[in-house]
Nanobody, 128 residues
Framework: QVQLVESGGGLVQAGASLRLSCAASGRGFGSYAMGWFRQAPGKERVIVGGISARGNNIYHADSVKGRFTISRDNAKNTVYLQMNSLRPEDTAVYYC?????????????????????WGQGTQVTVSS
C-alpha cells in the first residue's frame, strides 16, 4: 500500500511555470506506475501524464505535450510534474495516482479506474 501527498500548486499568471511533487510513503514505490490527473470544475478527471514502473515509458496528453513533463525519482519516492507555459485552461485540481505493477513492466496506466491509490489533490490556478 502507498500513501500519496501532492504539493507545489498555486496561483500563477499565464506563461509561468510550476513544478508539482507527489511524495509517496509505504513500501515498494519503484513497483508502482504513476500518473498525474486533473479535474476542472464541472468536468471529468482526465489524465495529464503517466510513467511506467520502470520509468522507461512516458505518456503526456495532447493538451499538455511540449509544455508538461512527468518524471520520477525512485530514490526520493517522488513523482514530479513540471508545468511550463501555463495557460488559463490548465486551471484545475491536480491529482497524483499510483497503481502497483506486479510485473515491474513498462505498461502505462492511463484510465482513472486503473489506479488504486490517490492523493488529496493540489489546486493550480492560472490567471490570464
Amino acid at each position: 500500500q502507498v500513501q500519496l501527498v501532492e504539493s507545489g500548486g498555486g496561483l500563477v499568471q499565464a506563461g509561468a511555470s510550476l513544478r508539482l511533487s507527489c511524495a509517496a510513503s509505504g513500501r515498494g514505490f519503484g513497483s508502482y506506475a504513476m500518473g498525474w490527473f486533473r479535474q476542472a470544475p464541472g468536468k471529468e478527471r482526465v489524465i495529464v501524464g503517466g510513467i511506467s514502473a520502470r520509468g522507461n515509458n512516458i505518456y503526456h496528453a495532447d493538451s499538455v505535450k511540449g509544455r508538461f513533463t512527468i518524471s520520477r525519482d525512485n530514490a526520493k519516492n517522488t513523482v514530479y510534474l513540471q508545468m511550463n507555459s501555463l495557460r488559463p485552461e490548465d486551471t484545475a485540481v491536480y491529482y497524483c495516482a499510483a497503481d502497483y505493477d506486479r510485473l515491474y513492466s513498462d505498461h502505462l496506466y492511463l484510465a482513472v479506474n486503473e489506479y488504486d491509490y490517490w492523493g488529496q489533490g493540489t489546486q493550480v490556478t492560472v490567471s490570464s
